[in-house]
C-alpha cells in the first residue's frame, strides 16, 4: 500500500512539473 501510494506521489509530482513547464515555455512564446 505504501508502495502504490508513493506512486501516485511521483506521479502528481511529475504532472505538477509537466504543467509549470508547459505554462513557462507558454508564456515564453
Excluded at 5 to 19: D, G, L, M, P, V
Aim: with cysteine.
Amino acid at each position: 500500500k505504501f508502495h502504490l501510494e508513493n506512486q501516485i506521489h511521483i506521479a502528481t509530482y511529475n504532472n505538477t512539473t509537466h504543467t509549470i513547464i508547459l505554462h513557462l515555455c507558454e508564456g515564453a512564446e
